[in-house]
């Protein structure tokens, strides 16, 4: 199953070029990104990325797309922020429902 904290860093990469963009932007340091990116590489059992000087860039084959993981993280965020909306009654108090975090399968 491939990590969906792992593909927002993926798509994040995507976006802002370099893993330390990624990093900063994340509040993680670079290595963390790296171990991260390099462990959704195991779970989906291709090179994502290739080295390009001191650098990374997604490989041209792209396993996995994209355009379908953008519609896959905004249908999670769209998601996540509706059971957000529910709340957790305890003690006459309150509170955000966060629940348990789950990995999901993409098919090729």
């Known amino acids: 199953m491939l990590d969906v904290r792992r593909l927002r860093l993926l798509r994040d990469l995507a976006h802002l070029g370099t893993i330390a963009a990624v990093a900063q932007a994340h509040a993680y340091t670079p290595s963390a990104v790296s171990q991260q990116l390099a462990a959704l590489e195991k ?7 290739e080295p390009a000087g ?3 860039r997604l490989t041209a ?3 996995i797309s994209s355009s379908h993981t953008e519609v896959l993280l ?3 965020e769209r998601a996540e922020a509706a059971l957000a909306q529910f709340m957790v009654r305890s003690d006459k108090s309150c509170m ?3 629940g348990p975090r789950r990995r999901i399968t993409l098919a090729a």
């Open 43 to 49: 779970e989906a059992g291709v090179r994502l990325l």
């Open 54 to 56: 001191r650098r990374v």
């Open 61 to 63: 084959h792209k396993p």
């Open 74 to 76: 905004e249908q999670m």
């Open 96 to 98: 955000p429902y966060h």
